[in-house]
């Protein structure tokens, strides 16, 4: 969600998270409700992430699953077919959790700028350190979709609006702290591994906006990097 300003298209997206889930399933709009039968090309990976018996065969235990999945992180269509969004979002739940404790782990965001908030964007991370030293996070975060790029670099907080509302999608960015023109950490009603992604801010749940919030304040340093894959 929202830029302030309209800025050049550039590119950026998770291919697991933003290539529409294409089934050849023929169905009508009503008959893509109801759960597919079909057994999908990452089957025994996603039987494996829900803790369903490994078979490579879809059930219809199995759909429910899968479906269930799919509504909560607003993947569509939400049918319960194991294609490569779905496992897209999975398998980058399991990178996020395998980073554990030491997010920075890799060097690239600077330690040596005193607090800083650092942007994971190949992992969709975000955290804040002071040096060295991890003072919260890292948290999941949804960074700009394909077209709506959440541009890399260093990068200051300039400006910062507890009650901000995009004058260009008209939607709310709560706890809103802008750092390259139009784009902003703020809060977003959806689920941070919604795809295919924001209009180029990096949103965060309502908790981690808040704790932002009072941890940042204007002027402090923010790091982007990395490469949403798929872009």
């Known amino acids: 969600m929202g830029d302030v300003r309209r800025r050049g298209a550039v590119a950026l997206g998770l291919t697991a998270l933003v290539t529409p889930l294409t089934l050849a399933l023929g169905a009508t709009p009503a008959a893509a409700a109801s759960c597919t039968t079909q057994t999908g090309p990452y089957q025994k990976q996603v039987e494996k992430f829900l803790g369903r018996p490994v ?19 607003g993947i569509s269509p939400n049918v319960g077919y194991a ?27 600077p330690v040596n700028k005193g607090r800083i908030a650092c942007v994971n964007l190949t992992l969709q991370l975000s955290w804040i350190q ?21 541009r890399t670099g260093l990068k200051k907080i300039y400006w910062r609006n507890i009650d901000h509302v995009s004058s260009i999608y008209d939607v709310p960015m709560p706890y809103a702290q802008f750092f390259d023109g139009g784009q902003a950490f703020h809060q977003a009603n959806v689920s941070m591994w919604n795809p295919p992604g924001s209009r180029g801010c990096v949103n965060m749940t309502k908790t981690d ?3 932002y919030w009072s941890m940042l304040k204007k002027g402090d340093d923010v790091f982007v990097y990395g490469r949403k894959p798929g872009t």
């Open 55 to 73: 078979d490579g065969k879809q059930s219809a235990a199995d759909c429910k699953a899968i479906k269930a999945f799919q509504t909560k992180h």
């Open 83 to 109: 294609g490569s969004v779905t496992w897209g979002v999975m398998d980058l739940m399991l990178k996020q959790k395998a980073v554990g404790s030491n997010p920075n782990k890799d060097g690239k965001c």
């Open 209 to 211: 906006a808040k704790k």
């Open 130 to 150: 002071d040096g060295k030293k991890l003072v919260y996070g890292p948290v999941p975060v949804r960074t700009g979709r394909d077209g709506n790029e959440t």
